[in-house]
């Protein structure tokens, strides 16, 4: 049944090169990665300019947490850009007294620790490190070039959006994670709800040492097949929020079905490692069908490599019906677009189950 849905999105191929020729082992995976990411920044996020020399990180202030449970550090990453040096600031909070720990990376809407999308306390509570980045403490959510999109040259079509810097400033963050022994570097997941989650998704395709890649309601341009979308589509996305993606992107409004790309291909670029796509079920917007037939299209990419990708029935899952068998979890939530301590549970209970 889910096969046939698929095939009659016809969807690009994720497992036949620009050669015409079909991948069909992990090494030949690891060709197909390049081009899909230099198709995925070509027509829709823009390209990521190469990662610094080194970055700097100083804690600016350091603190107990949750009575007494975790600390919580205040750290400034900075490193040298085309244009001078830049810097911006994250939270960590690390289980009291505990060394490597398995971690979330979550894009943050808003500065406030905890908040109403982030329930670190029973994060910190299942064991887990948390490291926070306020997004835009990099550079603002408009048009405007401002904060660390000042620094970079940036080339009107293929040239990085939002979505792009911030996912870059989230892997400066990861180079400072792996220096602390507070943390498990290999075990750290990036996660974000909404427009975050595709930059969740955006970060962890070009950043594998990400060992989970988690998308909460990531919709149009995130986790959701743009082909057959009954909520948001590309002219929707492009025309609010142009900001967010390179110029080329605008090219593929209403022709989403000539695209040579669609989102299982982001979705593919997690593998083989964790990934986990979840969406409340009265968040049309998002268009939660899509989102699962994005997962089920980019599973080959991890049956490739031996292991599962999807794992269940033949059929959409209902509200409560988590997938976690395979290397691709998923489940929906009741209710609307939020990212919720029920989401939040899930995944950590998919992380605890793989280890990962
Ligand atoms: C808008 C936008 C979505 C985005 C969402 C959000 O609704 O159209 O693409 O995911 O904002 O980030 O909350």
């Keep these: 049944m889910i096969q046939g849905l698929l095939e009659k999105m016809k969807l690009p191929a994720l497992l036949i090169n620009c050669k015409g020729e079909a991948v069909q082992s992990p090494a030949a995976w690891q060709a197909r990665r390049q081009e899909l990411l230099e198709m995925l920044s070509r027509e829709q996020f823009g390209h990521t300019p190469a990662a610094p020399a080194s970055i ?45 720990c398995p971690a979330f990376l979550s894009l943050n809407f808003v500065p406030d620790i905890p908040n109403h999308c982030l329930p670190a306390e029973e994060v910190i509570d299942h064991g887990f490190a948390l490291a926070v980045l306020y997004y835009q403490d990099v550079t603002s959510d408009s048009g405007e070039w401002d904060g660390m999109a000042c620094h970079y040259p940036r080339d009107e079509r293929t040239g990085w959006g939002k979505i792009g810097m911030w996912a870059f400033a989230a892997s400066r963050v990861m180079d400072d994670l792996l ?4 943390i498990d570097g290999s075990r750290v997941a990036i996660t974000g709800h909404s427009r975050l989650g595709k930059t969740a998704l955006w970060c962890g395709a070009q950043d594998e040492r990400f060992s989970m890649v988690i998308s ?51 979705l593919a670029l997690a593998a083989p490692r964790g990934l986990y796509v979840s969406s409340g079920s009265q968040d049309g917007w998002a268009c939660p069908e899509n989102e699962f037939l994005g997962c089920a299209a980019a599973g080959p990419a991890w049956q490739l490599h031996g292991k599962a990708g999807l794992a269940g029935p033949d059929q959409a899952p209902g509200v409560h019906q988590p997938l976690h068998e395979g290397w691709i979890g998923h489940h929906i939530r009741p209710g609307t677009h939020f990212f919720s301590r029920t989401d939040w549970g899930y995944h950590m209970a998919f992380r605890e189950k793989h280890n990962i």
């Design 56 to 100: 700097q990180a100083e804690v600016e202030k350091q603190e107990t947490a949750f009575g007494g449970k975790a600390v919580q550090r205040r750290i400034r990453i900075s490193f040298d850009t085309p244009v001078g040096a830049f810097s911006f600031p994250y939270v960590l909070l690390t289980p009291a007294e505990k060394m490597e």
């Design 179 to 182: 220096t602390r022994p507070e």
């Design 216 to 266: 909460n309601a990531s919709g149009c341009a995130g986790a959701a097949l743009a082909r057959g979308n009954t909520g948001e589509r590309v002219k929707n996305i492009i025309d609010r929020f142009p900001f967010w993606f390179c110029g080329n992107y605008r090219s593929w409004a209403n022709r989403e079905d000539e695209m040579p790309f669609d989102q299982h291909m982001l």
